[in-house]
């Protein structure tokens, strides 16, 4: 009898398990916070995204997918971009009108790293597409191994296509792309952001899906809530004017950066050059298909680039990161810009919307500061 009431109890105590995994597993999936299953929605809409259309959402959604289908739908008119900018958000808010450019495509997407442009490679080649300038924001976690970042797994048929995967290589990489997918349905700050975003919201899953809107800014703002994600069809991102923080509070933003270990700037022990060594392979690729390739290093907020070269191994990292791209761009014959001192391109405090993401104003200068022809590595 004590055996069987075991049995039975070991029983009930799994089927609870159960139970309680898969109700979390439902939750984050039907909320998807995180927006890893947003890429067939978000690659659909874009592709057929206007001018004057948005894509909105109260919630991340998949960007890699978003520039996919861009970037198909171009390609499908027998069209490229003149300009194509890629990078991390900290180059996101740069448009057409900022840029001076009306053959501008934005192709920022969130946490960058050296697969993102392996896969961007292909999908130009795919498309034949060769615009005329790609000029590349690159970030110091480009060589920090302890950022990695698995976002690029959305375009991880382009990266395998890059690399000429075997077939055994692909299934491994099905593998532990389904192995990832199961950790971010799981895990606990997934699970804590599908619930704070389903009790603020109070509406149902579909509504929370990414849609496109015609409709004035201020109207989504007021709609979807304090920060949603906005996307324009030339790819710069909108910010809510309620989502601004008070310049007392992004200077606290931009002066405990390093503190934070934001970006695992702080925790940063050394430059990854095997990382560089596939960086110099995917720039010398996509040197192949413009006529003009530049890289640069996005400017910071004042504060935060003085807490930053002020830590000596942050500092030394940094000189050594910009020795290398250096070398790199003269060895390929491409132009690196370093702007991360955002005195350079005269930025200032009240420029900045963070530690690292610039206002328009501020913006406007660095994109005008690419454009001149006589800047030189």
Request: include cysteine; aromatic fraction near 6%; glycine fraction near 6%.
């Amino acid at each position: 009898m004590p055996m069987r009431r075991e049995a039975t109890a070991l029983v009930v105590f799994i089927g609870v398990t159960v139970l309680v995994v898969g109700a979390i597993a439902c939750l984050n999936t039907v909320i998807d916070p995180s927006g890893v299953s947003s890429g067939t929605t978000v690659r659909r809409l874009a592709s057929r995204q206007s001018s004057a259309a948005l894509i909105v959402s109260p919630v991340a959604f998949d960007q890699r997918m978003w520039l996919k289908g861009r970037l198909e739908a171009l390609a499908s008119e027998r069209r490229c971009p003149d300009l194509l900018v890629v990078g991390s958000s900290t180059i996101g808010m740069i448009s057409r009108e900022l840029a001076l450019d009306p053959g501008l495509l934005n192709g920022f997407v969130a946490g960058p790293t050296v697969e993102d442009l392996e896969a961007i490679s292909v999908l130009l080649e795919r498309s034949h597409c060769r615009p005329a300038r790609i000029v590349i924001g690159i970030d110091p976690w480009f060589a920090n191994a302890r950022m990695a970042d698995e976002r690029w797994r959305s375009l991880m048929s382009e990266v395998r296509i890059y690399h000429g995967a075997t077939a055994l290589e692909e299934l491994v990489d099905e593998i532990q792309l389904g192995w990832q997918l199961v950790k971010e349905r799981l895990n606990f700050a997934t699970t804590r952001q599908s619930l704070a975003g389903l009790l603020r919201e109070g509406k149902g899953p579909l509504w929370r899906r990414p849609r496109l809107s015609s409709a004035p800014l201020k109207e989504i703002c007021r709609e979807l809530g304090a920060d949603p994600y906005l996307r324009a069809q030339d790819g710069h991102f909108l910010q809510c004017p309620q989502s601004e923080l008070a310049a007392r509070a992004v200077r606290h933003v931009a002066a405990t950066y390093v503190d934070r270990d934001f970006h695992g700037m702080r925790s940063w022990k050394e430059v990854d050059v095997s990382r560089l060594a596939r960086l110099e392979a995917v720039l010398e690729s996509l040197k192949g298909r413009t006529r003009s390739l530049v890289v640069f290093a996005p400017p910071y907020h004042p504060v935060t680039y003085e807490r930053l070269v002020g830590t000596p191994s942050i500092r030394t990292n940094l000189e050594q990161f910009d020795a290398a791209l250096t070398v790199i761009g003269r060895r390929l014959g491409i132009r690196y810009v370093n702007l991360r001192d955002p005195a350079r391109p005269g930025c200032q405090e009240e420029e900045f919307a963070d530690s690292h993401h610039a206002r328009p104003a501020c913006a406007r200068r660095w994109a005008a500061f690419l454009a001149d022809d006589q800047t030189g590595p």
